[in-house]
């Protein structure tokens, strides 16, 4: 397929690793392509709703971020002192992510494969051009042809 992610503006996709990054974009094309070649309506809009529940990179770093936080400051409460400077070190991390968008513990979700909203609304795009919800995806050129130009579109 085409390169068609070029979300360079993303802080997550330009501090992350290319492969993790590849890694992503090879779920996602997968993903379309297999709902290009089922067409489906049905499970397309199963799928849009599970979409709809991921939990996108930012919300999976401040929910991480803050429980391990909280559990250091619960710990250290209790004579467990190195707890907490977990949880100052936890918390100076999620300050530099919300401050550059970015971080370690940004790096540590993408490595499990968790997207950012951009990347989680591209697909979603891209499966309701299949379905048909716009206009610029052509019918013909077979389900490759089809999911690529509905990654495409997504991304304009």
């Known amino acids: 397929m085409e390169s068609w992610n070029q979300t360079s503006s993303d802080a997550a996709r330009t501090h992350a690793p290319s ?13 379309v392509r297999c709902m290009a070649e089922r067409a489906d309506r049905a499970e397309m ?6 979409l709809e529940r991921e939990w996108e990179m930012h919300r999976a770093v401040a929910v991480g971020g803050s429980a391990l936080a909280l559990l250091g400051l619960l710990v250290g409460s209790k004579g467990g002192h190195g707890w ?21 513990l940004s790096a540590l ?9 951009r990347e989680i609304d591209l697909e979603k795009f891209a499966i309701k051009a299949l379905r048909g919800d716009f206009e610029r995806i052509p019918n013909d050129g077979g389900p490759l042809a089809r999911a690529n130009a509905a990654l495409v579109a997504a991304q304009s």
């Not at 991390?93 to 370690?104: A, H, R």
């Not at 979700?109 to 909203?117: L, P, S």
């Open 109 to 117: 979700v993408r490595a499990w494969g968790v997207r950012t909203r």
């Open 45 to 50: 809009s199963q799928y849009l709703q599970k």
């Open 84 to 104: 907490r400077v977990v949880s100052g070190v936890t918390l100076a991390l999620l300050l530099q992510q919300g401050i550059t968008g970015f971080g370690p």
């Open 19 to 31: 492969t993790v990054n590849r890694r992503i974009d090879a779920h996602v094309e997968e993903c």
